[in-house]
């Protein structure tokens, strides 16, 4: 591969975390929100992988396991909570759950 | 992995093994109690092993941790917060419904991972660790699941930390693309002779600037700390309060210090700004502020912008202005959001300005030492925010940071107001004479009650006699070559 | 005797601290004793010590008792220095003084604030004499402020009134203003002399101001500004009117006899200095000379007899002026004296009508009071005869004739000054026998209610003795020569030598000054007993009432001052009663809860919005990062 | 160890007080009164012994370290001057007690603890040779004082109670960010990085240094004395706040200020308080007759001799930076002087408001014969205030002006038309409250035993120094010689206690060389300069 | 290869466009695992084509099934699918939007910014060698992820422990059920 394509890679990586990103942003239910984050982490992995590769290193794809570990246990927690927040207030808007402001 | 390695992640260990021993013991037969003495005893048993690491040489475990005083002196302190933490929330999820145990098991995770954070040089270690102590929050914070507050309180932490984990870890991502390497030492070898960092190790900093600053609860990342910090359980925010920023702040400056970060005229002025906002607003926001819980957040986000300023000067004298402050910070947060702990009944948590009026008359041991504890974070001598302050002060005088020092100090009288405004509350007459809650039972409330009083007398002696504090720092920085270079 | 010096003022003292202490549980008859004595063995200590003085004619009298402080040379005394010119002046304070505390025994009697009255009185004239005889300007300046503190305390003796109080007010500011202007001398002098010991810095002047100097001129106008608050001299004399809202024998002592005289004093006192400043010693006869006037007008017009006597007393003082402006010195302190002893005369003349009348002032309400109270009428008559100078017999007569010669034939002396002298001493007869004759002339109005006892006649002879006999201490050259008043003034003051072309013709200004003496009194005979008709049809042009009105009000210096200072600064203090500068930092306050305002708004518990913090903060960043 | 001691006996007392109180009600006034008067004879015990030494200005003092890290000890020494604050502070502090002894019914327990406590830092502030402890103490009488006033003030105490402790505070964390900068200065120039007073006096600083430095300094002393623009709190506190916390207030919280000037502002910078002392003194001249303006048309007689605090304050000022030994010997009679005055006049306020339970003017009046010792006794006050002779503060003032005169001839006209203002207001008080009548009040007794007690010291205290002020003088001389030495010198030379060089006595001559000094002073502004 | 990583990339950034602008959840998250899989491929295309297994199985796999799951429990309904609708107006889009473009063209500038490092050719870093250095140098690391994951799962079962039984609506009675819309 060339430089050039190595960056390109970045580059995508860098696309798909402005898509989450902007998801986030735009959205207003909470699993919609999670899914984008995990659009996020995803594209970060990516960007290991890419710097991985650059170096020709293992540590790049070490950490993108790390990555998915940690991407897993946060959907799983974030689910559970998803679940118990519909289950408190029957929403999962997050723009419905602002008790606490000011 | 030797075995000598082992033995320098003793105290790590002994955590993961306290945990391990918990979930036997809870799937065997839930007590609340025996679990609780499970983890304050890990906690001390964890402690006690660090007086075997007090070196005066750094130990590295290649290549995430290195074991060297500032470490250890950062995981002692995190291991007596979480101590501290542990015997307050003993008391309030007493007379809680909710399940106790995994409470305890979380909180020595979370714990876990903050010692992670201090120790670690490498962002593997670093990402590991943020991300044991983020997982264990997710679920700490909403830990009264029933309420409405909490769980709203989780799903904002949760996603607005993994969004700046996120980013985070892009940023590692650029840096190493940049450098090739992961370790701080690598990194700070890579950019030893530059004179300005790379565009792209730049922006990875920056990124991960933002996930370390989220966690810091600086502006502008500043927003999720008031919500948290309402919704969460008393002794959780005094947790977050404390250990989570302590843990992430001790990392920042090993970072920081490794990399010799302050050459950089673009993260200096990162910093400048961050702090500054930081101070003006945390503290404007808590001015008029009724909830006290809130105060006391966006007091958080203002004393964070005060260490930053510590922070930039960035030698030997501001890492010990930190360290310094942090203890006194721990300490004041602890009592503080231990007193919101013992007022609080089983419906919520005592964090309405109202709830305190005439507290002085009513519990006036209680209302003394959260008197103090806010003259503490308000910086009025007698008490160890008072020397922080002037240690932080003095830190940034010696580097001549004076725009930074006279916004402090501008800030410090913003903050006056507020925290005073809680004293003159508690000072009032109460107009209807409020039934003091049922107590617990004596034992329980004694447990807390003494652990508040520990901490007032310990305010007041480093207040009072700060040589000694000051002198275990200094000795304990003379490990970390980084710092004792500069 | 010179160890003695030292009771003269602390007998009054001590009178008024043991009045002040006991005073409500002591008995009428006790307080009268204390306050009445402790003055009249003053007195009599003054007289032993002035007969001892005139014996053996030592320059001076000195008597250190204690050194009051020290700091960096600077080291006043409480100390009294007694010369001739001070003796005088303790003499007339003493001697008058305890006349007028017996007079004011029977005067005060029944109110119920005796003890405080004499306690005032006594504190009076422990402070003037203080006063007179301090040996540095400090303790001058101490005595000076005190007899301004008794001034204000009795004139508002009767303080239920606000109007009392208010005159009391107005004559302590004013005096105070003046006093200011003395006290910026006092720094002045300190200055330049290192001292402010009084015989110092008159020993050392000449030397160190050549004359005409800048600094003696400022000096010496800035002694004047305390001089003419005090004695109620242009343009600081408008106190001095509202002032008889005290008792009687208050006025009589303070406004009359001693404390408004204290402003020749300090002239006299400080001669060196005037003398080392010609344009300040004119300025010194100017304001003599205006003053005289102009309270004179005044003074015809008033229906008061106590005002009538204070504008009087107004105008006397600008002869005293007049003559210390001229370098008159020995006459000046010689009308003083001798308008000591008549003016207190007048004034309890006055003050025993007023009580006989049961407190009414008012001259048009009086009238043919000749028959009813004879004592008072004669005593009267005398004290007014001498006020008006009428020739030969009245001391009045000597002291103001001296004075008018020497304003024209003095080295200093001009024909302007002379003519206004005179044109004064016209007016003065006028006025002193309108109030002779509108009291004790014509109709009775009002029956008496308290004739006048013993103790209130006796001080009236005998102070109708002295107005009349003591002239003749002083008498001029072409008459019989006598100069024992300027032979003692001779060692502290220096003498005056007329102009030598007019000395000759003196004999013929004396006549002037002679008929126009009488030629007053024959023209208030004309308008208030001959044909008052007349004079109601002048008073009744639209001119002469408005003139009357002007001259009634004292020449429309209060309503000036009123709207010139007063009224403004009121204004100002009132409008900025909240402090302005509070405004500012309350500002502050309200800045900081905007901004907490904005602040709060960002924190609207959206999870969205907190996404997009995240954001802008990376933005920011990375900015920072680009453009850096 | 004498020294510590009169620090620790107050904070002792007060806890000692607070837990009094459950034994008995009463006892905590006990303790309380005990505490002070043990301080008192102890201060004037040395007052008495250590007269025959004057010749070193230092009397006594104490050391040990306390941060040894940053070079910080529990440095205490004496010398006159702190002397007699320390007089006027136990004078002022036992009156104090004895004045709440009925006023303050509730909570008396906490309340003589605040007291004690504020007592004991200003006591400390006077006392100490450390920076670091100077702004300890400085601190730490701040808190007490914000309880006094916010628990036992009056209707409005909350706000005033803000408004003192935040000035107080921003200004004092400016002295702290001073007091670092010329801690570091020092230590760079140096190599010794210490706080103590007295090797920080020999600092060599760049004159940018040193004129931000003192600014730093100026802030704290100048909020604290109060100077017109920065007294907007000193109306409100003084006029919520309880009696005894009023005459704290006005008699000791306000010298600290002028106190600070003395011994730091002054000895530290010498050059830059030349360079502007000509504005220092304008502030002074401006307060003196803004004060006066205000205090005028006040109808609350609190707030009223709160204003003629502000401007009797910028005689001290003005005396500060005049320079010479006439100025500063008046600038320490007028801090004695003015803390009894003025302290009396808040106390008459309170016997006042006991009675009537206001303090409108316009509720007053009449009471000369309803009360003539009150009245007596208010005359004797209201006299001092406005500098009649005979009573302290004329001295305080002469002498000030005296020295002022030599300094700046213009501001010294404009600061004695001040004393015409103050004729004003003072006599409105005696006007309003004794002279014309009032609404009636039923029962206004007379002052009794217990507030005879508390009043004829005062009195006395300021006829004496009236009259016979000398030993005053002579006491803070030495101190006073020594600060001056730094105008007269390269250098400062105010020696460290122990090794101090005996000064020569004054003489009784004009020190031509002040003169020459003063006119160099203020030959930088046209406007002050004496028509010569 | 080239080719192979451009088409890959941009099913990837299509998908992923696809996955942001649903508004039926099931709909967004199948998108999401195309958009997964062509990232696999990426990776497969950097040489790293145990993570691009990885990817698959844990990411496209478990990741996205558990989602499905938790939707599966919540019964999203139409009402969901509008209510998502209703959100998403164009309006909501502009912010968001700017903010993301200013972020993309910075961090696109910096990326493709000329002076970053020249590489060498891409060699592909196989399992074996991960293998080596997740149980060598990260052996710590991967020790921590199993606390990590413990962490998750204490909490996960902690938050989602019901204490009520949930009835699936199609079993629940009818009134309840009406009751619960």
């Known amino acids: 591969m060339t430089p050039a394509h190595m960056e390109a890679a970045l580059m995508l990586a860098g696309v798909l975390f402005m898509l989450g990103l902007i998801s986030v942003l735009i959205r207003r239910n909470i699993i919609f929100m999670l899914i984008s984050v995990e659009i996020m982490l995803n594209a970060a992995g990516l960007a290991f992988i890419v710097a991985g590769s650059k170096w020709v290193q293992p540590d790049g794809q070490v950490m993108f396991i790390f990555i998915l570990t940690m991407a897993a246990a946060e959907v799983s927690v974030g689910l559970a909570l998803i679940l118990q927040i519909y289950h408190q207030l029957k929403t999962l808007d997050s723009d419905a759950a602002n008790l606490m402001k000011g | 992995m030797s075995q000598t390695d082992f033995l320098y992640l003793m105290p790590l260990l002994i955590l993961t093994f306290a945990v391990l021993v918990s979930m036997l013991v809870i799937a065997a037969w839930r007590n609340h109690k025996i679990i609780y003495v499970i983890t304050a005893l890990s906690f001390i048993a964890a402690f006690g092993s660090l007086f075997e690491l007090r070196t005066t040489t750094a130990y590295v475990i290649e290549p995430m941790f290195v074991i060297d005083g500032f470490g250890v002196f950062y995981i002692g302190m995190i291991l007596l917060t979480s101590l501290l933490v542990s015997m307050l929330s003993y008391a309030y999820f007493e007379q809680r419904e909710e399940r106790k145990e ?385 | 005797m010179e160890n003695l010096l030292w009771l003269i003022p602390a007998l009054p003292f001590l009178g008024a601290l043991l009045l002040i202490l006991l005073g409500t549980r002591l008995s009428r008859m006790l307080v009268a004793i204390l306050g009445v004595g402790s003055v009249a063995v003053s007195a009599i200590i003054t007289i032993l010590l002035g007969i001892e003085f005139l014996s053996n004619r030592p320059e001076f009298y000195h008597q250190e008792v204690w050194q009051w402080f020290s700091v960096a040379g600077f080291t006043p005394s409480i100390a009294f220095h007694v010369d001739a010119l001070s003796i005088v002046f303790v003499f007339v304070i003493t001697f008058v003084g305890a006349l007028i505390h017996f007079y004011a025994t029977a005067y005060m009697a029944d109110d119920q604030d005796y003890s405080r009255f004499f306690a ?340 009236l002879i005998i102070l109708a003795i002295l107005s009349l006999v003591s002239g003749f201490i002083e008498l001029p050259h072409n008459f019989g020569h006598v100069t024992l008043f300027s032979n003692l003034m001779a060692p502290v003051l220096p003498g005056i030598v007329a102009n030598e072309s007019l000395a000759a013709n003196e004999w013929l200004f004396q006549l002037v000054a002679a008929i126009v003496s009488l030629g007053g009194v024959f023209v208030a005979y004309l308008f208030y007993i001959k044909s008052p008709q007349f004079l109601g049809s002048i008073e009744r042009s639209e001119f002469a009432m408005a003139l009357h009105r002007f001259w009634h009000s004292g020449w429309g210096f209060d309503a000036l001052y009123d709207a010139l200072i007063v009224r403004p600064y009121v204004f100002i203090s009132k409008l900025n009663k909240r402090d302005f500068i509070d405004s500012f930092y309350t500002g502050l306050a309200r800045l900081a809860e905007g901004f907490h305002v904005m602040f709060s708004e960002t924190q609207n518990g959206v999870l969205r919005n907190y996404v997009a913090g995240i954001v802008v903060g990376a933005i920011m960043i990375l900015t920072i990062s680009l453009f850096l | 160890m004498i020294l510590v001691w009169l620090i620790v006996i107050l904070m002792a007392g007060g806890l000692l007080a607070w837990l009094s109180k459950k034994v008995s009600p009463e006892l905590p006034r006990w303790v309380a009164l005990g505490a002070v008067l043990l301080d008192l004879i102890l201060i004037v015990y040395l007052w008495i012994s250590t007269e025959a030494t004057t010749g070193s200005a230092w009397l006594l003092r104490y050391d040990i370290p306390w941060i040894p890290q940053w070079g910080v000890s529990f440095s205490l020494a004496l010398d006159g001057l702190s002397l007699l604050m320390l007089l006027l502070t136990f004078f002022l502090g036992l009156l104090s007690v004895l004045i709440s002894w009925k006023e303050i019914k509730t909570k008396v327990g906490f309340f003589h603890f605040n007291l004690l406590w504020v007592l004991a830092g200003i006591a400390g502030v006077f006392l100490t040779m450390d920076l670091f402890l100077f702004y300890f103490f400085w601190e730490v009488m701040l808190i007490p004082m914000y309880f006094l006033i916010g628990v036992w003030g009056h209707e409005n105490r909350t706000y005033a109670a803000f408004k003192f402790f935040l000035f107080t505070q921003a200004s004092g964390l400016f002295m702290l960010l001073a007091i670092l900068g010329l801690y570091f200065i020092h230590g760079s120039e140096t190599g010794n990085y210490t706080f103590n007073y007295f090797q920080l006096l020999n600092t060599p600083l760049a004159p940018d240094a040193a004129r931000l430095l003192m600014f730093g300094f100026l802030a704290a002393f100048l ?310 | 290869m080239e080719l192979t990583f451009y088409i890959a990339a941009a099913v990837a950034t299509l998908a992923t466009i696809l996955t942001i602008t649903r508004y039926n959840i099931i709909h967004a998250l199948l998108y999401l695992v195309v958009s997964f899989l062509a990232v696999a491929v990426v990776f497969f295309t950097l040489g790293a084509p145990f993570m691009a297994a990885l990817e698959i199985i844990i990411y496209a796999g478990a990741i996205v099934v558990l989602i499905i799951f938790v939707i599966m429990m919540l019964n999203l309904t139409h009402e969901d699918v509008d209510k998502e609708k209703e959100w998403l107006t164009p309006r909501v889009w502009v912010g968001p939007a700017i903010l993301s473009l200013v972020l993309l063209a910075e961090l696109a500038y910096i990326i493709l910014a000329p002076d970053t490092q020249p590489t060498e050719a891409l060699v592909a870093v196989d399992a074996r060698l991960v293998g080596m250095s997740l149980y060598g140098p990260y052996m710590l690391g991967v020790q921590l992820c199993g606390i990590l994951l413990m962490a998750g799962i204490v909490g996960a079962y902690h938050l989602g422990r019901q204490k009520k039984k949930v009835v699936h609506r199609f079993l629940q009675p009818k009134e309840e059920r009406s009751a619960a819309i």
């Open chain 2, 102 to 486: 995994e409470y305890y098991l979380l909180l020595v995770l979370a714990t876990l991972g903050a010692c992670v954070l201090v120790i670690s040089t490498h962002f593997a270690s670093l990402f590991l660790g943020l991300e044991i102590l983020s997982i264990s929050l997710y679920a700490l914070i909403p830990y009264l699941r029933t309420r409405p507050r909490s769980d709203e309180a989780g799903i904002k932490y949760l996603i607005l930390a993994a969004f700046s984990s996120a980013f985070m870890l892009f940023g590692m991502a650029l840096v190493y693309f940049s450098t090739g390497t992961m370790m701080f030492s690598g990194l700070a070898q890579s950019i030893a002779g530059m004179q300005e960092l790379p565009l792209l190790l730049l922006t990875g900093i920056g990124m991960i600037l933002i996930g370390v600053g989220f966690k810091l609860g600086i502006v502008p990342f500043h927003m999720w700390t008031p919500d948290v910090y309402e919704g969460a359980p008393a002794p959780v925010t005094a947790f977050i309060a404390t250990v989570s920023k302590g843990g992430v702040l001790g990392l920042l400056v090993r970072f920081f210090m490794e990399v010799d970060g302050f050459r950089y005229p673009v993260l200096i002025t990162i910093f400048t700004v961050v702090a500054i906002t930081s101070m003006f607003a945390g503290n404007l926001l808590a001015l008029i502020q009724k909830n006290v819980k809130r105060i006391l957040a966006y007091s958080s986000i203002s004393h964070l912008g005060y260490i930053l300023v510590a922070f930039m000067a960035g030698n030997q004298m501001g890492v010990e202005a930190i360290t310094f402050y942090l203890v006194a910070y721990f300490i004041t947060s602890v009592g503080a959001f231990g007193v919101v702990a013992m007022l609080s009944d089983k419906d919520s948590d005592a964090e309405l300005l109202d709830d305190y009026k005439g507290l002085l008359w009513r519990r006036p041991w209680t209302a003394a030492v959260f008197s103090a504890m806010l003259l503490s974070l308000a910086g009025i001598p007698l008490t160890a925010g008072f020397v922080g302050k002037f240690y932080i002060i003095a830190a940034g005088i010696n580097d001549q940071l004076w725009l930074l020092v006279v916004m402090l100090v501008l800030n410090s009288v913003i903050g006056l107001y507020y925290y005073i405004k809680i004293i003159a509350v508690m000072f009032q007459q109460p107009e209807t004479e409020r039934e003091p809650g049922t107590r617990l039972r004596p034992s329980i409330y004694v447990a807390s009650a003494g652990t508040l009083a520990v901490l007032a007398l310990l305010l007041v002696y480093v207040g009072v006699y700060p040589t000694g504090l000051v002198q275990l720092i200094q000795n304990v920085l003379v490990s970390v070559p980084e710092i004792v270079a500069k």
């Open chain 4, 223 to 532: 909020v604290k004395l109060p100077v017109v623009p920065f007294h907007s709190w000193l109306p409100d506190a003084h006029s919520q706040a309880p009696t005894a916390g009023s005459v704290i207030l006005a008699g000791l919280l306000l010298k600290t200020g002028a106190y600070g000037l003395l011994r730091f502002v002054v000895p530290l910078f010498p050059t830059a308080a030349v360079e502007f002392a000509p504005w220092a003194m304008l502030l002074g001249g401006i307060g003196i007759l803004y004060g006066a303006i205000v205090a005028y048309s006040q109808t609350d007689l609190k707030r009223l001799v709160a204003y003629t605090s502000v401007s009797h304050m910028g005689f001290v000022i003005l005396g500060v930076f005049a320079f010479n030994e006439w100025a500063l010997q008046g600038v320490v009679m007028q801090m004695i002087a003015h803390g009894l005055s003025t302290g009396a006049l808040f106390i008459l306020a309170g016997f006042l408001y006991e009675r009537l339970h206001t303090r409108d003017l316009a509720q007053m009046g009449g009471f000369w014969s309803k009360a003539p010792k009150m009245g007596v006794v208010a005359l004797v006050f209201v006299m001092a205030t406005l500098g009649l002779p005979g009573l302290g503060n004329f001295i305080a003032e002469f002498l000030t002006l005296v020295g002022s005169w030599q300094a700046a001839n213009w501001l010294t006209v404009f600061a004695t038309i001040g004393i015409v203002l103050a004729t004003a207001y003072s006599l409105r008080i005696m006007q309003k409250v004794f002279y014309e009548p009032g609404p009636q009040q039923e029962s206004f007794h007379d002052l009794n035993f217990r507030e005879m007690l508390i009043a004829v010291p005062m009195v006395l205290g300021l006829l004496w120094l009236g009259l016979y002020p000398q030993p005053i003088i002579d006491m803070a001389r030495p101190s006073i010689k020594e600060q001056l030495q730094a105008y007269n010198m390269e250098g400062p030379t105010i020696a460290e206690p122990k090794t101090a060089v005996v000064q020569p006595q004054p003489g009784a001559t004009i020190d031509a060389e002040q003169l020459a000094i003063n006119q160099r002073a203020f030959s930088n502004l046209q406007i002050f300069q004496s028509p010569k």
């Open chain 3, 120 to 459: 005032c009185m006594n504190l009076f004239v422990g402070s003037m004499l203080v006063l007179v005889m301090a040996d540095n300007l400090l303790l001058l300046y101490l005595g000076w402020e005190g007899v301004g503190l008794c001034s204000y305390l009795l004139i508002g003796f009767w303080y239920k009134e606000p109007e009392n109080g208010y005159a009391a007010r107005k004559a302590f500011l004013i005096t105070r203003v003046g006093d200011t202007a003395m006290a910026i001398g006092l720094f002045m002098l300190f200055q330049a002399f290192g001292t402010l010991h009084i015989q110092t810095i008159l020993n050392q002047a000449p030397e160190a101001w050549s004359v005409g100097s800048q600094m003696a001129v400022i000096v010496a106008l800035l002694l004047l500004g305390g001089a003419v608050g005090k004695s109620g001299q242009l343009p600081l004399q408008t106190w001095l009117p509202d002032a008889m809202a005290g008792p009687t024998p208050v006025s009589a002592l303070i406004h009359a006899a001693t404390m408004v005289t204290a402003g020749v004093y300090l002239i006299a006192r400080m001669y060196v200095i005037f003398e080392l400043a010609p344009l300040a010693q004119t300025i010194v006869a100017i304001v003599g000379a205006v003053t005289l006037l102009l309270a004179g007008f005044s003074a015809l017009t008033q229906y008061d007899l106590k005002r009538v006597l204070a504008y009087s007393t107004i105008s006397q003082i600008g002869y005293m002026f007049l003559a210390l402006g001229v370098g008159a010195w020995s006459a000046g302190i010689f009308h003083f004296m001798i308008h000591g002893f008549f003016k207190a005369l007048l004034f309890l003349c006055a003050g025993a009508i007023i009580m006989a009348l049961h407190h009414e002032q008012d001259m048009r309400k009086m009238g043919g009071l000749r028959h009813k109270m004879p004592v008072v009428y004669w005593t009267f008559l005398i004290g007014a005869a001498s006020l008006a100078a009428l020739p030969l017999i009245t001391a009045g007569f000597y002291s103001k004739d001296q004075i008018l010669w020497y304003a024209l034939a003095g080295e200093n002396g001009s024909i302007w000054l002379y003519l206004a002298g005179l044109f004064g001493a016209f007016i003065t007869s006028i006025y002193t026998f309108r109030m002779v004759f509108i009291t004790f002339f014509g109709e009775s109005k009002t029956h008496l209610e308290y004739p006048p006892g013993k103790v209130i006649t006796i001080p």
